[in-house]
């Protein structure tokens, strides 16, 4: 090995040990800290302490001579949300993933210095698996589930101009109240939809909002957005589980009771119940009414919002069906002051009631 391959070997090696030791004592602080779990914590100790002295192995003067953060290419690439955390569960999902593909680049690099060093490592790393997993099974659902439950005003809105004033209107919306936002616009390419998707998933992060996209799961999936929107002619809710997995959220038109029920049974995690009233975004051929929104008031336990047509003169009817969630479009958009219209309505609103 030349000298300049052995010199880049240990500054790999001394990264990445320092990138699993720093995952690991991420995870072990959740365990002692926050989850009182003595066997975890201990195990999690014992890890780190192997992985130690399995590294301890290597000289470490060479390993430290081999550093040189500030000539480190990487420490100048992030992506966006590398600076967000959702939630607790996403740090240590961080962590876990982090942990893993240090200690497996150490076995494998460790292999071309230290065969002793490379198996110490692989069998950390299996126990690795076992703990991180257990320690993320403990940690509540992420708290997208509990976001929804909690939202009453969405708000469904369009590329806009340019990504700038797309970026300031969305992150006014959420300052001004607005619970979810969904992305929708026929006339965007797919280059310009998954741009705009990905800047508004991370102002929704930042400002603790939820952001769907439209109709397309495959462009929620590519921008981490909270979840996609599909109507009754979309993909089915189960493909679009099957693209999303089961942490984001699946919405579904519903237009009838049994398409409502429907979208219970298919595990959908909120419906959309209309058009109740004409609007100005979109026409049909016929209307629900409120009598729909009683129906499923009645019988669904999914978080429903209403849509179609809704606006300060007709919410009370929407209210009085016993719907406390609403899908707008117009009512904003066409706001003299938009954040004025969305305050109004959150205080119309109130806190949603359970369905
Ligand atoms: C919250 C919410 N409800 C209903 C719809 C309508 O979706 P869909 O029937 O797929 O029609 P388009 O929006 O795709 O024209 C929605 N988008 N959001
Ligand atoms: C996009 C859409 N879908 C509807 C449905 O009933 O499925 S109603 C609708 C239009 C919503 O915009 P506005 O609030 O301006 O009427
Ligand atoms: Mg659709």
Redesign the pocket.
């Given at each position: 090995m030349t000298e300049k391959t052995l010199r880049a070997t240990y500054r790999i090696l001394d990264a990445s040990s320092n990138r699993a030791l720093e995952g690991l004592r991420t995870m072990e602080e959740w365990a002692r800290f926050a989850n009182d779990d003595h066997e975890m914590s201990a195990e999690l100790k014992s890890i780190r302490h192997c992985v130690a002295n399995a590294v301890g192995r290597l000289p470490r003067s060479t390993m430290l001579a081999a550093r040189d953060t500030p000539g480190d290419v990487g420490t100048e690439i992030t992506v966006p949300t590398e600076m967000m955390r959702s939630s607790v569960a996403s740090v240590v999902a961080a962590a876990a993933a982090r942990t893993a593909q240090s200690l497996r680049v150490i076995e494998e690099y460790g292999k071309t210095i230290d065969g002793q060093l490379a198996s110490e490592i692989e069998r950390a790393r299996y126990r690795t698996y076992t703990v991180a997993a257990l320690l993320e099974l403990s940690l509540p659902a992420d708290d997208r589930q509990r976001r929804l439950a909690a939202s009453s005003l969405y708000v469904?809105v369009d590329a806009g101009v340019d990504e700038a004033a797309f970026s300031e209107s969305v992150r006014g919306l959420y300052q001004s109240g607005v619970d979810v936002l969904q992305l929708?616009d026929r006339s965007a390419s797919d280059r310009t939809l998954l741009q705009r998707s990905a800047v508004a998933a991370l102002i929704a992060r930042q400002c603790g909002g939820l952001f769907i996209v439209?109709d397309r799961a495959d462009l929620a999936f590519a921008s981490d957005a909270d979840g996609v929107h599909v109507?009754q002619e979309e993909l089915p809710v189960a493909d679009a589980r099957r693209i999303l997995g089961p942490d984001k959220l699946i919405g579904l038109?519903t237009?009838s009771i049994d398409q409502a029920r429907d979208a219970v049974a298919d595990g959908a995690d909120y419906i959309?119940?209309?058009?109740?009233?004409?609007?100005?975004?979109?026409t049909?051929d016929r209307y629900?009414g409120p009598a729909f929104l009683q129906q499923v008031s009645a019988e669904i336990e999914l978080p429903a919002f209403a849509?179609?047509?809704?606006?300060l003169t007709n919410l009370d009817q929407v209210t009085g069906a016993g719907i406390h969630r609403v899908?707008?479009?117009?009512?904003v958009?066409?706001a003299d002051d938009p954040a004025e219209a969305v305050a109004e309505l959150k205080r119309r609103l109130g806190k949603p009631v359970t369905k």
């Open positions: 469904l929708r439209n109507g038109s237009h959309g119940c209309g058009p109740v009233f004409a609007g100005r975004t979109k049909f629900v849509i179609g047509g809704i606006d899908a707008v479009t117009g009512a958009r066409d």
